[in-house]
């Protein structure tokens, strides 16, 4: 049988994020961030390259909207010196965080969503549901339950019926069509239960904005207590949300711990 040998060789591949730093996750291209200012009459060109209008600038000083960003770097191509990607996988943030703070957003929603959510404890059972999605979300989702990620070891697991759920992960961009579904699922879940919108399109609907088909992002349908920013996000910063949604990190910590 080739798979044991192999599994002899290769050895334990699941992750020991979030209880320790994984290596691995830094090769993800986690968000765009801003190192310096631009050069003189270059802020309506550089604002003129982002598709999702997610560069602004005040004084020479761009900011970059984390929600609104799809990681194509056209920005960092353009002026390396002024935009970078970063790996930090701790993306996630309380829905609309402000956007000059990146620590604040963090602390906040710990304590807030930890006392929303005491009741959860570990076992934390999970619907997903594509409202739009392109289907790059679904890929990275998918991968939280293969061996890499495992993410039944930290006590989550998914289910078929929202009766059953305490947290509602949605992908996409909340289009016409499923605007009705996803509003039913989440009356269907019972209380506490949060909701966490899993990429670029889900937050604030991505290149289809305010298309003919009314994508606006999920955050216009339901109330969204985690953003998980990305054009994918990594599978590493959806387990960052999901843990920060239901309060399984520790609030005294700013590294990714689970409480014991």
């Not at 986690?30 to 604002?47: E, F, I, K, Q, W």
């Not at 930090?88 to 309380?94: F, Q, V, Y």
């Not at 506490?192 to 904005?209: Q, S």
Request: charged letters at 20%; hydrophobic letters at 40%.
């Amino acid at each position: 049988m080739p798979w044991v040998t192999r599994g002899l060789a290769d050895g334990v591949v699941t992750t020991r994020y979030p209880a320790r730093p994984d290596g691995y996750g830094s090769g993800f291209r986690a968000a765009v961030v801003v190192n310096g200012t631009l050069p003189a009459g270059r802020s309506d060109a550089v604002v003129g390259l982002c598709p999702t209008d997610a560069i602004r600038v005040a004084r020479e000083v761009p900011v970059v909207d984390p929600d609104r960003c799809v990681l194509c770097g056209r920005c960092v191509e353009a002026l390396p010196e002024v935009f970078s990607f970063s790996p930090a996988l701790e993306t996630a943030h309380r829905s609309r965080p402000l956007e000059a703070n990146s620590d604040g957003p963090l602390a906040s929603t710990r304590t807030a969503l930890a006392t929303r959510t005491r009741a959860l404890r570990r076992s934390i059972y999970v619907r997903h549901v594509d409202a739009g999605s392109d289907g790059s979300e679904e890929w990275e989702v998918a991968a939280l339950t293969g061996p890499i990620y495992d993410v039944q070891r930290l006590g989550v697991y998914f289910t078929a019926s929202p009766r059953h759920a305490d947290l509602l992960l949605v992908t996409g961009a909340g289009s016409v069509a499923m605007a009705e579904p996803l509003r039913r699922t989440y009356d269907a879940m019972p209380a506490p239960k949060v909701v966490v919108a899993v990429g670029t399109d889900a937050a604030t609907g991505g290149p289809l904005r305010a298309s003919y088909a009314g994508t606006v992002g999920v955050t216009e349908l339901i109330p969204v207590d985690v953003v998980v920013p990305g054009s994918p996000p990594s599978p590493f910063s959806i387990l960052h949300g999901i843990l920060l949604a239901v309060g399984l990190l520790d609030p005294a910590s700013t590294s990714a711990r689970v409480r014991p």
